[in-house]
């Protein structure tokens, strides 16, 4: 088991920055591409960022693209997602994921191949 923890949500106003961290511990953190995904009220849960196992790789949704930034430190166990020029519409919970498998050579959108998951951090944008 990978036991995941996100910080570092928060309200903020349009056009801010938020920098969301979550910490693995359980599983070698550095085998496994990371991922984040959100979920609004009434909304399926959506991919937002993902990067590869030894960092070498992101991918972001079209929606984020230019204004979030994946990143990791496998010697702290950590993944990281920096939002800047925040919008209303990326409030929701926001989820940290490891996928299921060691070493995937691709990173995965979806959600169903990550098997570990946070429980969340709330980001409320006003606006």
């Known amino acids: 088991q990978m036991q995941l923890v996100e910080s570092g949500g928060g309200l903020v106003q349009a056009g801010g920055s938020l920098r969301l961290s979550c910490a693995a511990s359980?599983?070698?953190?550095?085998?496994?591409?990371m991922g984040w995904f959100r979920q609004a009220p009434g909304k399926e849960r959506e991919f937002v960022s993902a990067?590869?196992?030894?960092?070498?790789?992101?991918n972001n949704a079209a929606s984020v693209k230019g204004r979030f930034t994946i990143s990791r430190d496998n010697a702290k166990n950590t993944v990281y997602l920096q939002m800047n020029s925040l919008k209303p519409e990326d409030t929701a919970v926001y989820y940290c994921?490891?996928?299921?498998?060691?070493?995937?050579?691709?990173?995965?959108?979806?959600?169903?191949?990550?098997?570990?998951w946070g429980q969340g951090t709330q980001v409320t944008v006003s606006s």
């Open positions: 359980g599983r070698t953190f550095s085998n496994y591409n």
């Open positions: 990067i590869s196992w030894n960092g070498g790789s992101t």
């Open positions: 994921a490891a996928d299921g498998s060691q070493f995937r050579s691709g990173i995965v959108q979806t959600a169903a191949v990550y098997d570990y």
